[in-house]
């Protein structure tokens, strides 16, 4: 393994920002850690860099423990939200900078500084200010300095969280692809799950300092642990209920569950998709609160008499207008009991 977590702790005052987290990232693995903020993921990854004193627990790395060893001497790269690149360098004379302090050759300097601008999809960029740059190039510049040093462990803090929304979406799939050419091992942590589940091999979800969920975007997104992960996903139609048999007495009557679902009282998730739209005379009557368009689809939102409000996915020529009547109908292949694992 080449990170090892183990009982990591760190105390601000009387509150632990990290509470015995243990956690474990192999070679060539990308792990994202997802959380609100206060959850203890950017504590997490200072932690691992050498930048924040544990009060409690180890960190590994291939094996040998880290404490006492400064952040320089890791051999870990780190590329940090707002960058920190050196204006006072020019574009070649920032990526070299790693490199330069190992000690190495001027012509090796620049022939990995031409290597990775060509990687990052800026070549021939090297004699480029800094201030010249726009936001997506310094995030690359940024990433190719991380690099150049070949870290045996990148670390990446909010890569993306200053570039708007397209420019986002766009880099995080170069990322995936330019780290699963490199074999680069990643551990990122950020706030936006579409950014870490576009990205990553294994999600892990942290709340107040402690790991609620670690798997795959996969498995993390089809089976959320509980609630909080639930609802920090997005998803809203999430009730108490009581499973006899295959079914679950909620709110909103009665919803079809899984065969062999945990029984008794448990949180109930309803996906979107899940929530069917049938005539008002039919199933569970509601009236369309509001309407939110998603792009691909309409988000309605329903409220029934008594009962929490319910968020359906509709297909844009097909979402009804608010003020309208409606009846609901669930979908049992999309609704999940939290905290329950289907049999393998």
């Not at 950014?195 to 892990?204: H, N, Q």
């Not at 409220?303 to 409606?326: F, S």
Request: charged share 25%; net charge negative.
């Amino acid at each position: 393994m080449l990170l090892s977590l183990e009982d990591a702790t760190v105390r601000f005052g009387g509150r632990a920002a990290l509470d015995g987290v243990a956690l474990d990232v192999a070679e060539h693995e990308v792990v994202c850690v997802l959380g609100p903020s206060g959850s203890g993921k950017s504590t997490l990854l200072r932690a691992v860099a050498g930048l924040q004193h544990l009060d409690g627990g180890r960190v590994l790395l291939d094996g040998r423990d880290q404490a006492g060893v400064p952040a320089h001497k890791r051999g870990v790269g780190l590329m940090f939200q707002d960058h920190q690149l050196f204006p006072q360098r020019d574009v070649g004379g920032n990526v070299a900078f790693g490199l330069r302090m190992h000690g190495a050759a001027r012509a090796e300097q620049q022939e990995r500084v031409r290597e990775l601008l060509e990687l990052v999809g800026l070549p021939g960029a090297g004699r480029r200010a800094v201030a010249a740059l726009s936001g997506g190039e310094q995030q690359r510049v940024a990433l190719a300095r991380a690099l150049a040093p070949r870290p045996r462990l990148l670390m990446l803090d909010e890569p993306l969280g200053q570039l708007d929304r397209s420019l986002r979406e766009r880099l995080v799939v170069e990322l995936r692809e330019l780290f699963g050419r490199l074999g680069t091992t990643v551990l990122a942590v950020t706030h936006d799950q579409g950014e870490a589940f576009a990205l990553a091999d294994r999600v892990v979800v942290m709340r107040d300092g402690r790991i609620a969920q670690s798997g795959t975007p996969l498995e993390v997104w089809q089976r959320p642990a509980d609630e909080f992960v639930a609802r920090f996903l997005g998803f809203e139609n999430v009730v108490e209920g009581t499973v006899v048999g295959e079914a679950a007495d909620t709110p909103w009557g009665k919803v079809p569950v899984p065969a062999g679902a945990a029984q008794g009282v448990r949180c109930v998730l309803v996906r979107p998709a899940g929530v069917r739209l049938v005539g008002a005379e039919e199933g569970l009557p509601c009236v369309v609160a509001a309407r939110t368009f998603k792009g691909t689809h309409v988000a309605v939102h329903l409220q029934p008499e008594d009962a929490p409000r319910l968020e359906a996915a509709c297909a844009l020529r097909e979402a009804p207008e608010v003020g309208d009547m409606v009846g609901v109908e669930f979908d049992g292949a999309e609704i999940v009991v939290l905290g329950w694992e289907p049999p393998s």
